[in-house]
């Protein structure tokens, strides 16, 4: 494989940055991050297969960066077939986008302490971007759409999202304290301006 295309992570943290520097309120931050994730999902030449493996067990979380000030975080969300979540929430901002392969996320809403279906499900392909947040729905269970093959998608939160402390549920709709964590130890070099 020719280099990786190490910019396009570069540019997009760069523009994030910027964008959140005039602290726009969080519809905003959801429809112009979104305009600059897109181009990171249209060509997939940039993410070392490293931060792309699948484990036999559970989906992986690899960080790939952090903003200085943790506003923001990037990960690989890597699925293996037929993996998927637990019911969860996140507790900020957040866009995922689909790399490869496609996952199907299911929301829910709390209902007098129940935790209902909200709406039907929605499938992602490759390219395409959904938004969750306690403003706009911020519960949901996703899964790896294929049964036979290895899905990623990459995320971005508006927080050091492995330290968030926020809640898995259980059947019965109480919470569970989680915290994630991230699956890798190292960090892409998106920095060597030598390399793409
Ligand atoms: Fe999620």
Do not use: C
């Not at 709390?110 to 938004?131: F, K, T």
Request: proline share 6%.
């Amino acid at each position: 494989m020719s280099a990786l295309q190490h910019h396009r992570l570069r540019d997009f943290v760069t523009q994030l940055a910027a964008l959140l520097d005039q602290q726009p309120d969080e519809a905003t931050i959801l429809t112009h991050g979104s305009a600059l994730l897109r181009p990171l999902l249209q060509h997939d030449d940039w993410l070392d297969d490293t931060f792309t493996q699948p484990h036999p067990q559970h989906y992986q979380q690899y960080l790939l960066y952090a903003d200085a000030q943790q506003r923001f975080s990037v990960v690989s969300f890597v699925w293996g077939p037929g993996q998927q979540t637990p019911v969860h929430d996140h507790r900020v901002w957040g866009l995922i986008g689909m790399l490869r392969g496609a996952e199907v996320s299911q929301g829910f809403r709390s209902v007098n302490g129940d935790l209902v279906e909200d709406g039907a499900p929605v499938r992602l392909e490759p390219g395409q971007i959904e938004a969750v947040s306690p403003r706009v729905g911020d519960i949901h269970r996703v899964r790896n759409a294929f049964d036979d093959r290895v899905s990623v998608s990459i995320h971005v939160y508006g927080a050091n999202i492995g330290a968030v402390k926020r809640a898995v549920y259980r059947e019965d709709g109480s919470e569970k304290p989680f915290i994630s964590g991230y699956s890798n130890r190292y960090l892409p070099n998106i920095w060597d301006l030598s390399h793409g």
